[in-house]
């Protein structure tokens, strides 16, 4: 029986769409990309799934563009977002994306915290 060494592709049919996919930890298990529905790899999605829940210890966002021949970690970018929307709506970040925030926030945008004497 022949073998087929045909697998199936990860790459989106549309011609020029972005699409962003979060590698998780999942600790002991180790690190994977999560698994995610095409129609699900939109910037907005991914940022609301991060909101709501839908990630328990994201580590890395990707973004790729095959049309464009690219691809970008926008860890920093999204993270930036991420903080600026829960400001925006007066909420503490969700404890599931808090580390993943810190660790990929830019120095300089880090709100110093005030003493209060």
């Known amino acids: 029986m022949r073998k087929s060494h045909w ?5 989106p049919n549309d011609n020029d769409q972005t699409a962003y996919l979060v590698a ?6 180790g690190r994977a ?11 907005e999605t991914v940022i609301q799934d991060l ?15 095959t049309a464009e021949s690219w691809s ?4 920093a970018d999204v993270a930036a977002e991420l ?7 007066m909420r503490e970040l969700p404890h599931t994306i808090s580390d993943f925030v810190n660790r990929h926030e830019m120095p300089d945008r880090r709100q110093l ?4 004497i």
Do not use: H, M
């Not at 095409?38 to 910037?43: F, G, K, M, S, V």
């Not at 903080?83 to 709506?89: A, D, I």
């Open 83 to 89: 903080r600026r929307r829960c400001e925006q709506q």
């Open 33 to 43: 990309w999560r698994e995610a529905e095409y129609e699900a790899t939109d910037l």
């Open 24 to 29: 998780e930890d999942f600790g002991k298990l």
């Open 113 to 116: 915290a005030l003493l209060l």
């Open 7 to 11: 697998t199936p592709s990860i790459i």
């Open 72 to 75: 970008q970690d926008v860890s």
């Open 51 to 65: 909101l709501s829940g839908q990630y328990n210890n994201p580590f890395r966002v990707v973004a790729f563009n």
